[in-house]
């Protein structure tokens, strides 16, 4: 008998603090936790915190090293670092912070009901759904971009519908491995309807793995969004962005590589935190995460 | 086992036939058409109705079509937009140097992280295994071009050992893009590598954990034997497929890799070709890479057919 | 077939053994305590007990073996003299597949799936035997002859996929006789094959021990198997040895309150009573307590019991016995004592099914546009029986009948390929479930196989059987709560499971919530799906029990599936028999049981197994496995031991009726 208790389980404890305190005990939990959480403050508090306004620019004092009055230095127009990099990551979370959510809720609908349909048409749209995912994300998004403009009425979308689409994948494969259980075959054979079933016996069911999926949906999408940015394609001047501060540093990188360095570090740290996090609460959950290739 | 075989190369035909509508239907719905994308603001009159008949854009869509697709099959991709020169001719060394950095990325990826994954298997929670998972997931998560920079900051400007950006031009031989080369092939291989590595990584641990593995063990066979005779065959075939999205991954991230370093490949071009907004050239590109993609994923399919004794044998009887 | 030269001390010695783990409250757990036996030269033993017994632990300790997490909390186990948790793994692994060999319980996973059969019995050969390797091909051959593999040849060169769950366990005997070993350890080696095919092996083995002179340590949960092949039997619970004696000493008259009621409740084909459950749970892992583990359960259980740990003790029949009072035990009965009794049926049809035939493949697309025929053979072909309101049919048969998809078309889960399934003799239900309507629906219901499956693992019980009592009668709110409880009591579960998960109940619990469910409909008609397979034993009597409660209650007809033919004789009214999705005989339970019978169903009943050590089964034909039934002519006709002729091959058998219903579809004139 292997060492797993069956009926020594605590009563029932709102589920939402059992995942919650799972996450935490595990250290990867709780640093990725920590660093979400610290880098959502600081997109809500960054305003009120910087030192400088983040267009101001001074012309004497260039690519300045770190000082007492730059505490990072300047960029090559002359504008704080810090101020900056605080602000910098302000315009990618609230993009991703909306898009995810959005590809989750299209991806996981569309794919719960090509999974329940099941048959021809199902058949038929996974073949255009491949298809579709082997162009490279960057060119289909460019394209649209391109053609519509790089405001976030346009990234938003544009991203929420191009990352929506592996959610399908996922959310499919979620809704034939629960569809198969008895419990979803005693419930049709009760006679309830697919709407119900949807609700009471999919959704929970499915729900996780929509979960896990979704944090990581975020973290490809931030990388997306600041390699966009690094491009000239996302975001547009003078909004600090951490991509786009790379990309206008890196040419003076032997002069002066914080300007480089310190956008690298918001980036980085926000999207491990939200890897680890993402991690602990597959753990959790009980899931196994796939390993998988951003779209 | 030839039938399946057989079907599998058609799907991947259509899917590639797929992809071409798509691509194809995709263009065709965006405001405007090649003409007023490329030339803009100077998209009127006299210019844009040249500009239309040498494209041969005032076709019906099925037409255009048809001849796209049935000179792509035969190697002729069109002309771009831009100078109207035949797109195949622009794209070859392009193309060519691409998969240099490509290949170069599979062959010291690949190795490394089947070699990694199954070490910081075995050694599961051992410092090796901690220090391996975490650098693979940093590797990972970071994008592209944060890694290329740091690496340029500190190898190219830093250390100086190699150069940081590339000069040689596109249609160079191939050997004088060494040493340039060895910066962008590392940072895709760092990021191939850890997305490989950590799939072979669970699917060892998982392989170890099997009935099988506890049977052989207690039939005994000594470990090692046990590792490379029982588990790490098992282990390895679902890694197939991953190391095929991953090279597939790798064309899109080829893209931020080759702007970053400059470097003269087919997705500089890709680039380029979206900002001149000369469509023809994109649309072709894009054509290219997703029949790459197809037909990796499709060889990647087939050698699992291959090596998986279940599919190998159509025998399939009922426990 | 060398013997070791050694004296002839035990050749696996089990010393006062405890082996536990961490719980998460980082006490240790024992799940085996103070183990102390012995298993000598040419001895059978047996290891009985339900799950979390500990047997399976106490096997894989024999070779010296823990999972993962497992520890040796004091004690220690010998081979031939050797204390094998102190041996160096060189040692072991020589030891292990050699002198000492296992059998595990899941074949199919215990093969590695990318070797050949060949290579892996080669593979022990060349890390056991003392022979030159040339031999080694010709050996293998050899041995799979001696496991009773026709055609080895062809074996050889398949992958563990290729066969059937009896040819998969025959490898794994075939390579654990390749290192010629002094004991033999099998876990659980006939769980999940057909009765026929688990008969089949256990006279292998039986012969195999018989020959060759090996020590064998037989564990199981099925004191039928246990009875036919071993000398000796141990009865484990909550990892402890609670009873040890001689085969006939605890089959026939066991003098432990726990070993007598797990015997009374087994069903057994020579009852005619209903078995009697054991009530309550084993105790889990460092849940026993300072006294006897089996003190909660125990009709003759005193103070003495709750406060002191009974000694293994030594009885004058010369069995041990971990119990304070022996001497009472034979106040608790061996048999149940309910009899299924005869109701007087209405006439009223609570269910008819007319020619009803079902298929899982469909013509694909491009058959039909290339307009091929449709020659494949339907799954499950010409079904007739009618079933009379308050009546139980049982539906009987092995793997492949086509039981289970007969009860899933009934349920309108899987439309049939032609035929109708009617209720109360009124119109033709439609095929689909989804197009039944409200009454329809609510009468017919369904419990499934495995009650881990068929409970939804995020509602609670409350909203489980919510679902049926909103949907068929609207209830909610203070209405809703008294009615589920009303339903938990009448499956014997307090009110207080109605906030529970299902994770937090054992498998007879989760059951039991399966049949409230079903009942909560008030159907008129339940399909029952093998519901008790998946159960431990002391538990299905219980499901049983409140089976036949509720139907003397309601007056409710089941259609109950099963592959054990005790449990169907035991509840059923009728019985049919299946082979191959068509049906061979059908007719009132003691008919279809007795003497006169279809080829198929005495194969079947010869195959059953009694607890009891004198008892011979009858095996007739083959185990083959069938994958498909043939084109024409009987089903049975590859395998009847009866056959008479090229008639079988190609004529459907006629149907024979010997009264009272009893039909049999034979060419056979006088059975």
């Known amino acids: 008998m292997t060492p797993s208790t069956t009926f020594q389980r605590p009563r029932r404890i709102a589920r939402l603090g059992t995942v919650f305190v799972d996450i935490i005990v595990r250290p990867s939990g709780a640093i990725g936790l920590t660093l979400v959480i610290a880098h959502l403050v600081l997109a809500l508090i960054a305003p009120f915190v910087v030192p400088y306004d983040f267009t101001e620019m001074n012309a004497t004092l260039v690519m300045a090293p770190p000082s007492s009055l730059h505490l990072l230095g300047t960029d090559h127009l002359g504008r704080d670092t810090l101020a900056r990099t605080l602000m910098g990551g302000r315009e990618a979370i609230l993009v991703t912070g909306i898009a995810t959510p959005l590809a989750v809720m299209w991806g996981g609908l569309v794919g719960i009901f090509f999974g329940l349909a099941g048959g021809k048409l199902d058949e038929v749209l996974m073949r255009i759904v491949d298809a579709f995912l082997s162009l490279p994300w960057i060119l289909k998004m460019l394209v649209l971009i391109v053609t519509f403009g790089t405001g976030i009425e346009v990234l938003i979308p544009t991203l929420a519908f191009f990352y929506g689409i592996p959610v399908i994948r996922i959310a499919r494969a979620a809704t034939h491995d629960v569809v198969a259980r008895d419990f979803v075959q005693a419930a049709r054979a009760r006679g309830h309807s697919k709407i119900t079933i949807i609700r009471q016996e999919l959704l929970p069911n499915v729900r996780d793995a929509l979960l896990v999926e979704g944090a990581m949906r975020w973290s490809w999408m931030l990388l997306a969004f600041s390699s966009l940015s690094f491009l000239g394609f996302g975001v547009s001047p003078p909004t600090p962005d951490w991509g786009l501060m790379i990309a206008d540093a890196r040419g003076f990188m032997s002069f002066s590589p914080l300007g480089v360095l310190a956008p690298m570090v918001g980036l980085s740290s926000l999207i491990i935190g939200i890897n680890l996090t993402a991690d602990a609460l597959a753990k959790a959950l009980g899931i196994d995460r796939a390993q998988k290739a951003p779209v | 086992m030839l039938a399946m075989l057989f079907r599998r190369l058609g799907l991947g035909a259509i899917t590639v036939w797929l992809v071409s509508i798509i691509i194809f239907l995709g263009v065709e719905m965006l405001p405007g058409d090649a003409c007023t994308a490329f030339l803009e603001r100077e998209a009127k009159g006299k210019l844009l109705e040249n500009c239309r008949e040498d494209l041969g854009l005032n076709r019906p869509a099925l037409t255009r079509y048809a001849e796209w697709a049935k000179g792509a099959v035969q190697g002729d991709l069109g002309v771009s937009a831009k100078g109207q020169k035949p797109i195949s001719e622009l794209v070859g060394y392009r193309l060519r140097n691409t998969l240099l950095l490509a290949s170069g990325a599979m062959l010291a990826g690949i190795p490394l992280a089947l070699f990694l994954g199954v070490v910081s298997a075995l050694w599961r929670d051992r410092p090796v295994d901690i220090v391996v998972s975490t650098l693979a997931i940093f590797a990972m998560t970071i994008p592209e071009f944060v890694s290329a920079t740091l690496l340029i900051l500190v190898f190219s400007v830093w250390l100086g050992w190699v150069p940081g950006i590339v000069l040689t031009p596109a249609n160079a031989p191939l050997v004088e893009f060494f040493p340039e080369v060895l910066l962008p092939i590392t940072v895709l291989t760092l990021v191939m590598t850890a997305h490989i590595l950590r799939t072979v990584r669970s699917s060892v641990i998982e392989a170890l954990a099997s009935e099988y593995a506890q049977m052989a063990c207690l039939k005994g066979v000594p470990y090692w034997q046990m590792v490379f005779r029982h588990v790490l065959p098992n282990a390895l075939l679902p890694t197939i497929n991953v190391i095929a999205l991953t090279i597939a991954w790798l064309l899109g991230g080829v893209v931020v890799i080759e702007t970053v370093f400059n470097y003269p490949g087919l997705g500089r071009m890709m680039i380029d070709s979206i900002s001149d907004r000369d469509l023809p050239v994109t649309q072709a590109i894009a054509l290219i890479i997703a029949t790459v993609y197809v037909g990796v994923n499709l060889a990647a399919d087939i050698l699992t057919m291959l090596a998986n004794p279940r599919l190998r044998t159509m025998h399939i009887r009922k426990g | 077939m060398t013997h070791s030269t050694m004296p002839t001390g035990p050749v696996i010695s089990v010393d006062n053994l405890s082996i536990g783990f961490r719980g998460k409250a980082g006490h240790m757990l024992p799940v085996l305590r103070n183990i102390s036996l012995d298993v000598h030269q040419g001895e059978s033993i047996g290891l009985v007990g339900e799950s979390g017994s500990g047997k399976s632990t106490l096997a894989l300790a024999m070779m010296g073996y823990l999972k993962t997490g497992l520890r040796v909390l004091n004690g220690d186990v010998s081979f031939e003299g050797q204390k094998m948790f102190s041996q160096n793994r060189a040692t072991l692994e020589s030891i292990r597949g050699g002198r000492l060999a296992l059998i595990p319980q899941n074949s199919g996973q215990s093969l590695t799936p990318t070797l050949r059969i060949g290579a892996q019995i080669q593979e022990a050969l060349k890390l056991h035997s003392a022979q030159p390797s040339e031999t080694f091909g010709a050996r293998v051959i050899e041995l799979l002859s001696q496991v009773r593999l026709p055609d080895p040849a062809s074996i050889v060169e398949r992958f563990p996929h290729e066969l059937s769950g009896g040819q998969q366990q025959r490898v794994a005997i075939a390579m654990a006789l390749a290192g010629e070993p002094e004991a033999l350890l099998l876990d659980e080696p006939t769980t999940g094959l057909d009765v026929t095919t688990q008969a089949h092996i256990l006279e292998l083995l039986r012969d195999l021990a018989r020959d060759t002179g090996m020590a064998m340590v037989y564990v199981s949960h099925d004191l039928g198997a246990i009875a036919r092949v071993c000398d000796r039997v141990a009865v484990m619970y909550a990892g402890e040895v609670a009873l040890e004696g001689s085969a006939r000493q605890v089959l026939r008259d066991p003098s432990h309150p726990y070993a007598r009621g797990l015997l009374a409740s087994i069903p057994k084909l020579s009852d005619i009573c209903l078995p009697r459950a054991l009530d309550g749970r084993p105790p889990t892992p460092g849940g026993a307590g300072q006294g006897c583990a089996f003190v909660s359960r125990c009709a003759i259980a005193s103070d003495v019991c709750s406060r002191s ?188 499971y109605i906030d529970r998960l299902p994770s937090q109940l054992s498998g007879g619990e989760k059951q039991r919530v399966a049949v409230a469910r079903a009942f909560a409909a008030e159907p008129d008609l339940v399909l029952c799906d093998e519901i008790t397979s998946a159960l431990d034993v002391s538990v299905q009597a219980a499901v049983l029990e409140l089976l036949d409660d509720l139907r003397r209650q309601k007056n409710t007809s089941y259609v109950f599936v099963s592959h054990d033919l005790a449990v169907v004789r035991a509840l059923s009214d009728r019985v049919a028999v299946l082979y191959q999705g068509r049906l061979c005989e059908i007719g009132p339970t003691r008919a279809v049981y007795g003497a006169t019978s279809h080829p198929y169903t005495e194969v079947l009943l010869g195959a059953v197994l009694e607890p009891d050590p004198d008892f011979t089964p009858e095996l007739s034909a083959s185990d083959v496995v069938e994958l498909a039934p043939p084109t024409q002519g009987c089903p049975f006709q590859r395998r009847c031991p009866k056959r008479i002729g090229n008639i079988c091959d190609t004529v459907a058998p006629p149907i024979r009726e010997s009264g009272n219903g009893h039909m049999i579809w034979c060419h056979i004139e006088e059975l």
């Not at chain 3, 289970?404 to 109360?424: D, Q, R, Y």
């Not at chain 3, 989804?434 to 909203?463: A, C, H, V, Y």
């Open chain 3, 309 to 496: 740990r009974p000694d293994l003790a030594l009885q004058p029949s010369g069995a041990r016995s971990r119990c304070h009072h022996v001497d009472k035990v034979h106040e608790i009965p061996l048999f149940g004592d309910r009899e299924v009794g005869k109701r007087a049926l209405s006439d009223e049809t609570s269910l008819s099914l007319k020619d009803l035939a079902i298929s899982y493949v469909r013509p694909s697309l491009w058959s039909k546009l290339a307009g091929r025929e449709d020659t494949s053979v339907a799954t499950v072909e010409g079904i007739n029986f009618a079933l009379r309101r308050g009546e139980t049919l049982g539906l009987v048969g092995e793997s492949g009948s086509g039981k289970s998809t007969i009860l899933k078309t009934i349920a309108g889960l899987l439309p049939p390929l032609s035929g109708e399934v009617a209720a109360h003799g009124g119109a033709p239900l439609p095929s689909k479930v989804e197009k039944r309507d409200s009454t329809e629906l609510r009468q017919i219901q369904m419990i499934f196989q495995n009650p881990d499956e068929s409970l939804n693992p995020r509602q609670t019980i409350g909203q489980i059987l919510a679902q049926p009592l909103t949907l068929y009668f609207g209830l909610s709110g203070q209405a809703l709560t008294e009615k589920t409880i009303q339903l938990l009591d009448q499956v014997r579960l307090g009110g207080h």
